[in-house]
């Protein structure tokens, strides 16, 4: 598996709250994206990075925030949780060759919000 | 931006049968055509991908098919295992030096039936 790893793994926290999921990874791949799975939705792109100090937003970006200041961290940050944020989110890497790279994905971080 | 539909959600087949999942995309600039399997519990994983340059790719049992003038895009697995139970999203994207994103359909629940 490649060198990625999402933390914590599992989260409760209250609505209003901050919270901030960790993904680090150790291949040195130039982008990172953050996924939300939810059934019946697949996966949907939050936040991407293509570099340090490079982000983007997704297709659901509304109430996150992301940050890059290193090549092997990003960091997705919900300013004030709500429950329909509950969901089990997805870092993923990728280092692009030619038309497109296989994206590696980290275990997954369960949050639920309440 | 790009969209990904993706049928049936939900496949049984008898063990030792084939499975196809079929999936079509709107955006014609999409040139990377990759599918990922997701055991329950699990992270994504990708088993397959092909490239818009190429109409057909082979790997054991599982093969993808690639249609650019009509849009779409298959999976076919072939002689399937209980261990292929899971579920499999397609996903389209493209890479055009500052941005890589994926697009992902809802997903696939597959069930081989012994």
């Known amino acids: 598996d490649a060198g990625i790893t999402q933390s914590p793994r599992h989260k409760v926290t209250e609505t209003g709250t901050p919270v901030t999921l960790r993904c680090h990874q150790t291949e040195n791949h130039r982008y990172m994206y953050w996924y939300r799975q939810d059934p019946g939705h697949g996966l949907r792109l939050i936040h991407y990075s293509y570099g340090v100090k490079d982000t983007d937003k997704g297709e659901v970006s509304d109430g996150y925030s992301v940050s890059r200041s290193k090549t092997e961290d990003f960091l997705l940050t919900l300013e004030s949780a709500t429950s329909s944020q509950t969901s089990v989110y997805f870092c993923?890497?990728?280092?692009?060759?030619?038309?497109?790279?296989?994206?590696?994905f980290g275990q997954g971080t369960r949050l639920t919000v309440v | 931006g790009e969209n990904v539909e993706q049928h049936p959600s939900t496949l049984s087949v008898q063990e030792g049968d084939s499975a196809v999942i079929k999936c079509t995309y709107s955006d014609s600039a999409s040139n990377y055509f990759p599918w990922y399997k997701q055991e329950l519990g699990k992270r994504p994983q990708l088993i397959i991908d092909?490239?818009?340059?190429?109409g057909e790719k082979k790997d054991q049992r599982i093969a993808v098919t690639l249609n650019k003038t009509a849009k779409h895009f298959s999976l076919h697995i072939t002689e399937t295992q209980p261990e292929d139970s899971a579920v499999y999203f397609c996903a389209a994207g493209f890479y055009t030096g500052t941005a890589s994103k994926l697009t992902f359909g809802t997903g696939t629940r597959l069930q081989v039936t012994l």
């Open positions: 092909i490239r818009s340059n190429v």
């Open positions: 993923a890497i990728s280092e692009p060759q030619g038309t497109g790279g296989e994206a590696f």
